[in-house]
């Protein structure tokens, strides 16, 4: 999943694994559970991800490498928030190519900057379920344990995206050139993003 934060990448990455029976991998909420356990990993990347900055390349490929050979990957995987550079990218494939996989698909999800800011503003995550809320475009239930991440206030979202322009977008014409990337409008509601989402998945499995 491809896109700049808060294009809805993680809602829509749920519900292709759920759907297509795949492990869903979150760079960032395998940080965060690292940051909140304190762990030697959590220790090492606080600083950075709570600054909005990227997570070293070499850290992060580490991570996804193991992450890749877990038993419930066998049936596939969908990478959410990772590779966000040109190296994580160039890893991943080799990464792949070592584990006898490949890439099906890279869909990218486009959303503007000005929308970026209203959807990180408004998120909510469950505590619990880990599940994906907003205030407005998709209320969480009454009741409900949530947290709202250090990150999505307005002056880091602004670091982020400038992270994201800098070092993520270029992936978009380097998938388009191995004709992998299929972009998707991430302004339509969540329902219509990801009856979209699942039919081009679809047709990779056909
Ligand atoms: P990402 O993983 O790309 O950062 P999320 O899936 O966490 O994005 O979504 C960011 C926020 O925007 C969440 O609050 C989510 O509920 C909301 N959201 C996701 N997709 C849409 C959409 N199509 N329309 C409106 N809000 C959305
Ligand atoms: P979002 O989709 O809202 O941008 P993520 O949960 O994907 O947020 O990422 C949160 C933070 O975790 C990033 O801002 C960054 O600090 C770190 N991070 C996540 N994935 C990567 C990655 N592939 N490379 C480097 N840093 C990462």
């Known amino acids: 999943m491809l896109g700049p934060p808060g294009a809805g990448k993680g809602t829509q990455a749920k519900i292709v694994a759920e759907k297509f029976d795949l492990a869903h991998i979150s760079t960032g909420d395998i940080f965060r559970d690292n940051i909140k356990r304190k762990t030697e990993l959590g220790k090492q ?11 070293p390349d070499e850290l992060t ?32 494939t080799e990464l792949l190519a070592e584990l006898g996989s490949e890439i099906a698909i890279v ?69 388009e050139q191995k004709g992998l990337l299929q972009e998707i409008d991430g302004e339509e509601q969540i329902d219509v993003v990801s009856a979209t989402v699942l039919r081009k998945v679809e047709a990779t499995r056909a």
């Open 45 to 55: 990347v606080v600083a950075i991800v709570d600054a909005g900055g990227l997570v």
């Open 61 to 92: 490929v580490a991570l996804v490498k193991d992450r890749l050979q877990k038993d419930d990957c066998k049936n596939g995987a969908v990478l959410d928030g990772f590779p966000r550079t040109a190296d994580q990218a160039d890893a991943l």
């Open 107 to 175: 869909p990218y999800i486009k959303v503007r900057d000005s929308e970026v800011v209203e959807r990180l503003s408004g998120r909510r995550t469950d505590k619990q379920t880990g599940k994906i809320y907003h205030l407005k475009y998709n209320p969480p239930p009454q009741g409900a344990d949530l947290e709202h991440r250090k990150d999505d206030q307005e002056d880091t979202i602004r670091d982020r995206l400038e992270e994201y322009h800098n070092k993520t977008a270029p992936l978009i014409a380097y998938y």
